[in-house]
């Protein structure tokens, strides 16, 4: 049994390898083509998928006044922009030739090449023949070719129904360019189009698209667009589904498909530390409608307490709804919604998601808070920047009128402070009548042999034999000031003598 699988699966490879390894073909090579002077002219290659195969087109005459080659898969040379290579359609395998503004020095063959890049090539081409006037095409017709489901009308389909829409304009020279599209409701006319893969005779050219039903083309219908030189409007038609349509626009297709449904809002979030209320809405699209008891019916996976949902069921027919009251606890819970009818069943499903952002009134506290100590941060240097300290408030006041003397605590001056006499100077400047007023200090030297303060001590003198007074020799012998010891926290001042 083991044996048989491995022997399925190498098979199967070694097919998927040929089949990837397998060279692309010409599905609708190029043809003769005519062409009208001073307009554009398109010639037409389909080849199946090339894979990693590259495409060029090359076009010469006989004469030898013609000899380009463009590619691969689109033209990127400036100097020959006169060529474009149109892959467009590639997803279909078309890549087309367009020649712009032809002359009769374009008259040549124009061949399609297919670069495999395994040291061969294939080539297909054709004549390519400028004509002197323009001629109009015929009008378009249309076909389409379907599967039907059996016993339905001419125009309903079933969604997945393959069709095939078949368009043909014949005579034109240049041949019109001709395309499939689909105008679905709601577009205001205003039609899609549809990818086809083209052929060409030197008389005639066919556009075939082959489509496949959704749900969203009931009610739409298909039209085939021609355009050409010579029109100045396009022209179109319209498929004709059985033998008694005329094929009008007004002929709409009808697709019978399973319910369609969607979810309203489309994501159900719920942020950290808050209820969040919603009302989420089941809306869905059925042809036919829905069974009896088909929903739709919206519900927890897995079930969770009734409590959870509120029903709020609707008359439109069209959507049913639920009041929910989700927390922080239901981030990750899914709900689905269930519609059913005769095609079968349909199921959606939303997950509810955290937000992972804060509520806004946490977040209103963070940032007031945030503010609030950058504030008190900010007014803590500004005080330490520019609100300093001023003076002591021990410190003496001067008495400009009579200065303050000094504490003498080596000589036995009494130790007054200011405010301890009135005056707002010390005490011992009345007692002594030979104390100098600061203002007439001269650095002590109208200092010599007095005394200093009230003690009764011997005077006590100081000499310096080192002084010299270039402006009065007499003053040699007068000794200098004595030291002051400035005390700046109580501002007085003592006197220690020179050694």
Not at 5 to 29: E, G, I, T
Not at 278 to 295: I, K, M, Q, S, W
Not at 341 to 357: A, P, R, Y
Not at 432 to 450: A, L, R, S
């Amino acid at each position: 049994m083991m044996l048989a699988k491995v022997s399925v699966f190498l098979a199967f490879a070694l097919m998927s390898c040929l089949a990837q390894d397998k060279d692309p073909y010409f599905k609708n090579p190029p043809a003769d083509t005519k062409g009208a002077k001073d307009h554009d002219v398109t010639m037409y290659c389909q080849v199946s998928d090339k894979g990693k195969s590259n495409l060029y087109w090359h076009c010469n005459s006989d004469n030898g006044n013609l000899d380009v080659t463009v590619g691969p898969n689109e033209n990127t040379n400036p100097a020959l922009d006169k060529y474009i290579i149109d892959n467009s359609g590639a997803s279909v395998g078309q890549y087309n030739l367009i020649i712009t503004n032809v002359t009769n020095l374009d008259t040549g063959v124009c061949s399609c090449i297919i670069d495999t890049g395994k040291g061969n090539a294939m080539e297909a081409g054709g004549d390519l023949m400028v004509m002197d006037t323009v001629m109009e095409p015929s009008d378009p017709s249309c076909t389409i070719n379907k599967d039907r489901t059996s016993g339905q009308g001419p125009r309903v389909f079933t969604a997945e129904d393959d069709i095939q829409l078949v368009c043909e304009s014949d005579n034109g020279v240049p041949l019109a360019d001709i395309h499939w599209e689909i105008v679905r409701a709601g577009s205001n006319g205003r039609g899609v189009e549809i990818l086809s893969s083209i052929s060409t005779t030197e008389e005639k050219i066919t556009a075939i698209a082959d489509y496949t039903m959704t749900s969203s083309d009931n009610g739409a219908y298909f039209q085939c667009v021609q355009t050409h030189v010579s029109l100045t409007d396009p022209s179109t038609c319209y498929p004709k589904f059985g033998q008694n349509d005329v094929g009008t626009p007004g002929q709409l297709i009808e697709v019978k498909h399973r319910p369609v449904l969607r979810f309203k809002p489309s994501t159900l979030k719920v942020k950290p530390l808050e209820t969040t209320k919603e009302t989420l809405r089941c809306v869905y699209e059925a042809n036919p409608d829905l069974d009896a008891d088909g929903g739709p019916s919206i519900r927890y996976v897995p079930a969770q307490p009734e409590d959870k949902l509120t029903w709020n069921y609707t008359t439109s027919g069209e959507e049913d709804s639920v009041d929910l009251t989700l927390e922080q606890d239901d981030n990750g819970k899914i709900l689905e919604c269930v519609a059913t009818n005769e095609l079968g069943s349909s199921v959606i499903t939303i997950k509810i998601e955290s937000t992972g952002l804060l509520p806004t009134w946490i977040l209103v506290i963070i940032i007031g808070g945030g503010g609030l100590v950058v504030f008190l941060i900010f007014a803590v240097i500004c005080c330490i920047c520019f609100c300093g300290d001023d003076d002591d408030k021990d410190h003496i006041e001067v008495n400009r009128s009579r200065p303050g003397t000094f504490q003498g605590s080596e000589l036995g001056v009494d130790d007054y402070r200011y405010g301890e006499s009135e005056g707002g100077y010390t005490e011992g400047y009345e007692h002594d009548p030979e104390m100098v007023n600061i203002n007439e200090f001269e650095g002590g030297m109208e200092m010599k042999g007095h005394h200093y303060g009230n003690t009764g001590e011997d005077n006590i003198g100081y000499m310096d034999d080192n002084i010299d007074d270039d402006d009065d020799d007499d003053d040699d012998d007068i000794p200098p000031a004595p030291p002051m010891d400035m005390k700046s926290s109580s501002r007085t001042y003592d006197q220690v003598p020179l050694d």
